[in-house]
């Protein structure tokens, strides 16, 4: 690999052990993939409490402030559990004030947040930005036309450690385009809902081999985010999709020629009313219609969702305890606007954790005996964890069926007359 004179001094140790550790790894990932050179970063996105603790301590020594920005993964709250009384909360402080002590003084930004371009902190097409986290992964990507390659979390915090990262994988305009096409087969789309559009999503993933990018056709033009946003998440969690082009939508496919890159797709898959309603009812984990919790904000919830949300419960007292994963400056707006008081009201907690696989309320090392046993999402991808991770049993629906579920502790969802 070609390095500049300045990549040789932070290899050869001339900075800090924590840059020469981040930089030899990086080096050795981008021989081993045949990267040529490192490119700079845009910036940088990282999830200090996923990375484990000795870790840490060995990438970030004797690291001052960066002169990139740094954003961070939804993190842990053991404070926050401490207060609503989950028994197994004083475990996870310690080390999570040891991380945040040494990531405040790198002078790093504690987004915590899983959704930074609700922030504000979007990319533009082409930049370069290293993140873990498979859902910030195919968001950027897709949603944005940022670089951002398939890479786990400490190779993501070693590139934001030194502001480098190998030239390789989805960084290389000949990986990005389309291998596999998705049609839509006699779908009417006209009345679908966020969790419409996450059904498809998580089918999509299950089908696409590998991590080649794939492209959706069919869809009506210009969709609006939140509805790609929804499609888009969900293929990484029951496959390795990295990138969606959502032709007539995404920035890199005005039209499906752009998305294939003038190609025949390696793959065509189908998508009829037999799939979805398949997939639906797969992610209908249960056996009975009790819930105990109900999860929204998988990714973190936008302030239109926190809306909706508000007026469906305006008024009424929940029967199940309640998360919504979002990021606290999006939770401040939500304040201002009066609901995050109401959702409070009625029973409803906010936390800037991922509401799927650090959910305080279905973790047994985090709550002990008061783990809810089950939970009900309006989110693929908040379904599938909850039911892996937490092993929980997981009902799946629209807003409407989990706001209910909350107020009633019972499910009423219905699978959809596709």
């Known amino acids: 690999m070609l390095l500049t004179d300045e990549e040789k001094r932070m290899l050869a140790g001339e900075q800090c052990p924590g840059i020469q550790r981040a930089m030899d790894l990086l080096v050795k990932l981008g021989d081993s993939f045949g990267a040529e050179k490192m490119v700079p970063i845009t910036y940088g996105h990282i999830s200090y409490d996923f990375t484990p603790e000795k870790f840490w301590d060995l990438i970030t020594e004797g690291v001052d402030q960066t002169p990139h920005r740094v954003t961070t993964h939804p993190s842990f709250s053991p404070e926050l559990w401490k207060e609503q009384g989950l028994s197994l909360a004083d475990r996870w402080i310690g080390e999570h004030e040891r991380k945040l002590k040494r990531f405040m003084k790198m002078g790093w930004l504690r987004t915590e947040t899983c959704a930074e371009y609700l922030l504000g902190i979007a990319p533009r097409k082409g930049d370069v930005v ?13 949603l944005f036309g940022a670089r951002v390659d398939r890479m786990g979390i400490l ?3 070693a590139a934001a450690v030194c502001g480098r990262t190998p030239l390789m994988g989805l960084l290389l305009n000949e990986n990005r385009y389309a291998r596999h096409l998705v049609v839509l087969e006699d779908l009417d789309v006209s009345n679908w809902t966020l969790s419409h559009y996450h059904c498809l999503g998580y089918y999509i993933g299950d089908q696409v081999p590998g991590f080649k990018p794939v492209a959706v056709s069919g869809l009506p033009p210009n969709l609006p985010f939140d509805y790609a946003r929804a499609l888009v998440i969900s293929m990484p969690t029951s496959g390795s999709v990295t990138l969606c082009h959502i032709v007539g939508t995404t920035p890199e496919a005005p039209t499906l020629e752009a998305a294939l890159g003038g190609k025949k797709p390696e793959q065509i898959i189908r998508v009829g009313k037999r799939e979805m309603a398949k997939t639906w009812k797969r992610l209908n984990v249960r056996d009975d219609d009790r819930v105990e919790h109900v999860a929204f904000g998988c990714p973190h ?24 994963g979002a990021s606290a400056p999006v939770e401040a707006l939500a304040r201002r606007q009066g609901w995050a008081a109401g959702i409070e009201k009625a029973g409803g907690h906010f936390e800037p954790v991922c509401a799927s696989i650090t959910n305080p309320f279905t973790r047994p090392d985090i709550a002990g005996d008061r783990q809810a046993k089950s939970a009900a999402t309006d989110s693929a991808r908040c379904a599938h964890y909850l039911s892996t991770v937490s092993g929980v049993k997981v009902f799946f629906g629209t807003e409407e069926e989990c706001a ?7 499910w009423q969802g219905r699978i959809p007359r596709w």
């Not at 290293?130 to 897709?142: F, I």
């Not at 508000?310 to 919504?324: E, Q, Y």
């Not at 209910?404 to 019972?410: F, I, M, P, S």
Request: glycine share 10%.
């Open 155 to 157: 190779v993501s915090l």
């Open 301 to 324: 919830a936008t302030i239109d969702e926190i809306g909706r949300i508000a007026k469906l419960i305006d008024g009424k007292k929940i029967k199940t305890t309640l998360l919504i």
């Open 130 to 142: 290293p993140m873990g986290g498979s859902c910030m992964q195919v968001a950027n990507n897709s």
């Open 404 to 410: 209910e579920a909350a107020v009633t502790g019972r």
